[in-house]
């Protein structure tokens, strides 16, 4: 079975934080550790989520295991609030390459509304060369950003009104899974990743047992999508170690649409040609 992880983040060496987090969960930080872990695991490729700025140059990665999607993350922002100048050229530069497969938006993180006029002309050159804009949603990894931007119905009004352009929910907007999949069912040009549900190491017996709860809240909204095209395989790396994050999906998803959602609606929605 191939494997395509649609979320990931690449850090450079020198972030000790980056590396800390990768040892924690049995990794380590760096390309050539992935490319191990990749070969061993059948995961044929990864879309890195770009936390480097607008600058090309930071977003140079070896082409035969990644793509990314450029990032419009605080560091474009003064104060997580006002934008630093305007960016549709530098982001349609992005596009242009090869290289990137969509955008990466985090309104919780920059306390901008997803329906701001700032984000329009981003839903418009994703349309324009028919990538994809995936958006941050759900529980955020500190406690200043706005759970209100990041809440998976505010994705539902962009998406409604942007119809030529498709979007991927992150995290599948963890925990609101029955908004969620709500937005899922309900807009055509919506898709969802799994990525960042689960942090650390994971005895999934263990956890499948005590969390009895929130995996069967999983479940019965991934389940009432009723609609495995839509679903995308994602990690979150380096906050989970990947061979235990494949195992805990492998026990979620039935095995008869594992080639969907661990390769093939990946490789459809961010057209990675694999």
């Not at 930071?58 to 003064?78: A, K, M, Q, R, T």
């Not at 505010?154 to 009104?161: G, P, R, S």
Request: proline fraction near 4%; glycine fraction near 8%; charge should be negative.
């Amino acid at each position: 079975m191939k494997i395509i992880d649609a979320h990931l983040h690449l850090f450079k060496n020198e972030n000790g934080r980056a590396e800390m987090m990768a040892n924690a969960v049995g990794h380590r930080n760096s390309t050539e550790h992935l490319r191990e872990v990749y070969a061993q695991l059948g995961i044929v490729h990864g879309v890195i989520m770009g936390n480097g700025g607008l600058e090309i140059e930071n977003h140079n990665y070896p082409s035969d295991i990644f793509h990314y999607c450029v990032g419009l993350d605080s560091s474009l922002f003064e104060d997580g609030k006002k934008p630093l100048k305007a960016v549709a050229e530098e982001i349609e530069m992005h596009l242009m390459r090869d290289l990137c497969c969509g955008v990466k938006l985090y309104p919780g993180y920059n306390k901008i509304p997803l329906t701001d006029e700032f984000y329009q002309p981003v839903y418009e050159l994703a349309a324009k060369y028919n990538k994809p804009v995936a958006v941050h949603m759900g529980l955020t990894s500190f406690a200043k950003a706005h759970l209100k931007y990041c809440h998976p119905l505010a994705l539902d009004e962009v998406a409604a009104d942007n119809p030529d352009t498709q979007f991927v929910m992150c995290h599948f907007g963890n925990p609101f899974f029955e908004s969620s999949a709500a937005v899922v069912i309900k807009n055509p040009n919506v898709y969802a990743e799994l990525s960042g549900l689960l942090e650390g190491r994971l005895n999934i017996d263990e956890f499948m047992q005590e969390q009895s709860g929130y995996v069967g809240a999983l479940k019965t909204w991934m389940y009432a999508v009723n609609n495995w095209d839509k679903f995308m395989f994602g990690t979150d790396w380096p906050i989970v170690n990947l061979g235990e994050y494949i195992e805990f999906f492998k026990r979620i998803v039935p095995e008869k649409h594992w080639d969907k959602f661990f390769f093939e609606n990946a490789n459809r929605v961010y057209r990675l040609g694999l």
